[in-house]
């Protein structure tokens, strides 16, 4: 055969052998996808044709039965009533019977001759004994011998009068002072007396304090004598 007839024969069975190839490779492609096909579909209508789970639950377990009603609630705040057996006499009054007519009772203080509610012969002769007299005061005693005389505690110097400070008066004023339980001078008294002093003295005694006099352990009071000196400057 010629060169150009051998190229040419050679270009047409190319062709003729891949198209058959093709042909062979499409139909087993087709074959395998139309079983896949046929597979599928059986699988889904046998899936479909099987009983449900839940259907097979209800045919094979019997129902629960419904759970029991709830307890009723009992009412508050209402006490329990005590169970009272009946009694066996009476409660309930008679009928019949009147009452009875009212007594009346005369009042003991309308009565004549009555005090208080007392007849006249049964008024008892008691009398309350009188209060007690209050206690007697307790005398001073005069200073000496076992009683000491008082320590003056506070000192308040007399005023000069103007008027004797004018007319040069001066000299001592002795005076007797009679002092408390507690050390205040109570009682004044001059016994030596400057006509023009005497008040200042008198006034600035006054308003002297002493320590209590014990006698016996008690305080007591006590009279005793000071003098109160002017003297000009």
Known sequence: MPREDRMFGDFYVAPARSVRRVTIRVLVGSFWLLLFVAFGYSRAVAIDSLPRVDTMMK????????????APVPPKNQPE????????????????????????????RNI??????????????????????PPKPVEPVPVGGNIRPPQRLEHVPPEYPAIARTARVQGIVIIQATINETGR????????????????????????????TLLNGKPVPVITTVTVQFTLQ
């Open 112 to 133: 004549p001759g009555v005090i208080d509610g007392v007849p006249p012969g049964e008024i008892p002769d008691f009398v309350p004994p009188p209060p007690p007299p």
């Open 185 to 212: 001078v109570v009682e004044v008294e001059v016994l030596r007396s400057i006509p023009l002093l005497d008040q200042a003295a008198l006034d600035a005694v006054r308003q002297w304090r002493y320590t209590p």
């Open 59 to 70: 045919i094979v377990l019997p129902s629960a039965p419904p759970p029991p009603p709830p």
């Open 81 to 108: 009533r005590p169970v009272v057996s009946k009694p066996d006499f009476p409660v309930e009054p008679p009928t019949g019977i009147p009452p009875e007519p009212p007594f009346d009772v005369p009042s003991v």
